[in-house]
């Protein structure tokens, strides 16, 4: 006998549980919620309450869709309602799907959202309530955008649906940092490379007061470092070797004199 009752009040609390306005979509599928469609659902959050409408001409009527991001589209009217069909000039008002009877699923570059326990149909269908279906295809240059009606299918028994389609960023795949730790470097590299000459020219330049080429930073160390350079290459890279004379030609001109015959005697045809 209480054992009854207390079944009773259960049944009771949980038809009233379902008839509460909610603030967000409830996932369908009983208690026990998927991890994947939560967090699904986590991703669309960006647009959460975020509004899009579409209107369609259908002979002499045009009818407005709205459509709420886990939000309701008017508290007033229909709770949780989150997409709507609107006879444009009168006050019909269908509700398509509520978010209380939500279902997320995704692949590579879409998210498919299901709005379901719509108003019932009146004639086809077999009197089903309806659904609305949004599929939300990567669009990396929108938050949300372009949402439309694709069609209305109700030329069969059961299973019938609304569906819709937008664009969104949110449904794009994560994207993988593209740049290498070699070229994340070489990048620092130029930018420590152009802070240090645009920096030491101003200095050189206002500071120190230089003129002309004197204003590149450290001009001298740079000029010694090119001469230390070019004398590691022809060491190291000249394959017919050069006297020591011409080698060193520049450093001092008192060497020059010395043995001037010298230098070309190897160059001779043997
Ligand atoms: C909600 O519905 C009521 C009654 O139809 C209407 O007066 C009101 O403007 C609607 N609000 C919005 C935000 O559409
Ligand atoms: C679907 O979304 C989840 C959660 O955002 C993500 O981890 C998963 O990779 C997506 N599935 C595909 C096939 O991209």
């Known amino acids: 006998m209480y054992a009854q009752l207390w079944c009773l009040c259960l049944v009771a609390a949980t038809a009233f549980a379902a008839d509460q306005p909610v603030d967000d979509c409830v996932l369908t599928g009983g208690d026990k919620k998927s991890a994947a469609e939560q967090a699904l659902l986590q991703r669309l959050a960006p647009l959460k309450t975020k509004k899009f409408e579409a209107t369609i001409q259908e002979g002499d009527d045009s009818y407005k869709y709205t459509f709420v991001v886990c939000g309701r589209v008017n508290a007033s009217t229909s709770p949780n309602a989150g997409l709507v069909q609107s006879k444009v000039g009168s006050t019909e008002v269908t509700v398509i799907g509520r978010i209380d009877d939500t279902h997320i699923l995704n692949g590579t570059d879409w998210i498919m959202l299901f709005y379901k326990s719509g108003d019932k149909y009146d004639n086809h269908c077999d009197h089903e309530p309806r659904k609305a279906m949004i599929m939300i295809s990567c669009n990396k240059n929108t938050l949300g955008d372009g949402f439309t009606i694709i069609n209305e299918e109700r030329n069969k028994s059961k299973d019938c649906f609304y569906l819709f389609e937008m664009d969104s960023s949110l449904a794009c795949p994560a994207e993988e940092s593209h740049l290498s730790v070699g070229s994340i470097l070489l990048i620092v590299f130029a930018v ?79």
């Open 192 to 270: 420590i490379l152009a802070v240090y000459i645009i920096g030491g020219f101003l200095y050189q330049r206002f500071v120190v007061g230089a003129k002309g080429i004197e204003q590149f930073p450290n001009i001298t160390f740079w000029q010694e470092f090119g001469n230390l350079v070019a004398d590691g290459c022809d060491f190291a890279c000249r394959s017919r070797p050069r006297s020591s004379e011409t080698a060193y030609r520049g450093v001092g001109d008192d060497q020059l004199g010395e043995e001037p015959e010298e230098r070309d005697d190897h160059l001779l045809p043997m």
